[in-house]
């Protein structure tokens, strides 16, 4: 290949790479804020001594999440204009300000109903933000690049996770809540740069007549297989991702070290999963990669339990099954979401995508809530015996569910 070729084949890709840049920015900035009230201030709310059953009413804020599907449409209609033009960069940008400025805002907070209040009114406009953005990701990114727009939404949000569910937990270490409430937002503004530089390629007028609408979503066979995928695979790891942080704490692990393996650790190896679950997908059929992941899954979250069942387990043991915790679900965020994407319509892809996504969340928000009873009851050993339970009904289901998987060998 020669030298003119090199630079004409870089400069057509420019684009692509820049849009894949500004992608992930927008996914690390979600993931931080989702990382900060998952994982990073039930952490924080532990060492501070609330009880299990309060830990999981944090969860409640997942329940926009689960519900955005109600306003997807509409937040559709007016993204899409009449002559094929799109507002998702506006949408993106201002829900961006607007959450910027409300962690400047919690950071002055102190009694729980309110901080509760305030992250359930975070997730309302992080959700909307989210529907736009899946949007652009499925019309921007190229059909035979979808595994790489797959990998730049999951990946960069193993990003996320290390500034809130890490970077968070160790700055209150060493500053007090309030200080880092405010750091996290000033980097999450710094997020919201590379967007500004991405121009929206617009589908023409005649392409953009149909009204988005769930009725339209709920009529397709791709987003039923969807529906029924997502749920079945969502059960056992939102179970087994639910309690790492106060299951940290118990093991008697300080705030600084759950920091740091929430944080890099989890980034590093997130990013590592992620990456190995886009080249799976590259070089192996859809089928094959879910049914590897949700095996590599099961063995995993089984890793813990046994851990939980073994009291004079070394603490290096919980760290590392935490790490491969990590690796795992990246992995299998990649697949499934790649999946999911081309499951979803160009049409209204903000809205098939969004259902999903709902369907996705109203589990979490369940298996966080009744998670912290649980472990009341019956322990962390009992508790993680049933999360590799539902790990293993997953395996054996899609085993069976192979019309879900059906499609060409890669992406390319």
């Not at 652009?136 to 996320?160: C, D, H, K, M």
């Not at 740069?193 to 390629?201: A, D, S």
């Not at 995928?229 to 704490?249: D, E, F, H, K, T």
Request: include cysteine; charged fraction near 10%; charge should be positive.
């Amino acid at each position: 290949m020669t030298l003119s070729q090199m630079n004409t084949n870089s400069l057509k890709r420019w684009p692509t790479i820049k849009l894949l840049i500004a992608i992930s920015s927008i996914y690390a900035l979600q993931s931080a804020i989702g990382g900060l009230t998952f994982i990073g201030l039930p952490a924080i709310l532990r060492s501070e001594g609330y009880d299990h059953h309060l830990i999981g009413m944090v969860f409640l804020a997942m329940a926009p999440w689960s519900l955005k599907f109600l306003w997807a449409p509409y937040v559709e209609k007016y993204r899409i204009k009449n002559d094929g033009s799109k507002r998702s960069k506006a949408i993106i940008l201002i829900g961006q300000f607007i959450l910027i400025l409300c962690l400047f805002l919690i950071s002055q907070l102190n009694d729980f109903k309110w901080i509760l209040c305030a992250l359930i009114f975070i997730a309302v406009i992080a959700s909307t933000i989210d529907i736009a953005a899946d949007a652009l990701t499925i019309e921007q990114v190229p059909r035979n690049n979808q595994n790489w727009g797959s990998f730049a939404q999951t990946g960069s949000s193993y990003i996320g996770i290390l500034i809130g569910g890490g970077l968070f937990v160790t700055l209150v270490s060493y500053f007090n809540p309030e200080k880092s409430f405010i750091i996290i937002g000033l980097l999450l503004g710094i997020l919201s740069v590379p967007l500004c530089f991405i121009k929206e390629e617009h589908a023409k007028a005649a392409q953009t007549k149909h009204t988005p609408s769930l009725i339209y979503a709920l009529k397709r066979k791709e987003v039923i297989y969807g529906l029924i995928m997502i749920s079945i695979y969502a059960i056992g790891n939102r179970l087994s991702l639910s309690m790492i942080g106060p299951l940290l704490v118990d093991s008697k692990i300080s705030l600084y070290y759950i920091g740091l393996v929430n944080g890099i650790g989890g980034a590093l190896l997130g990013l590592a999963g992620a990456l190995a679950g886009s080249v799976l997908l590259q070089n192996q059929t859809k089928r094959t990669s879910l049914l590897f992941i949700t095996f590599c899954k099961l063995i995993t979250v089984g890793g813990i339990t046994l851990i939980c069942l073994t009291p004079e387990a070394p603490k290096l043991w919980i760290l590392i099954s935490t790490l491969l915790l990590s690796y795992t679900s990246a992995m299998g965020f990649v697949i499934i979401y790649a999946i999911l994407m081309s499951l979803s319509s160009k049409h209204q892809a903000g809205v098939d995508f969004t259902l999903f996504q709902s369907a996705d969340t109203a589990i979490a928000v369940i298996a966080g809530i009744i998670s912290g009873y649980l472990v009341n009851l019956i322990g962390y050993s009992n508790f993680y015996f049933i999360a590799t339970s539902f790990s293993l009904i997953t395996c054996i289901s899609f085993i069976h569910l192979t019309k879900i998987t059906e499609g060409p060998k890669t992406y390319r």
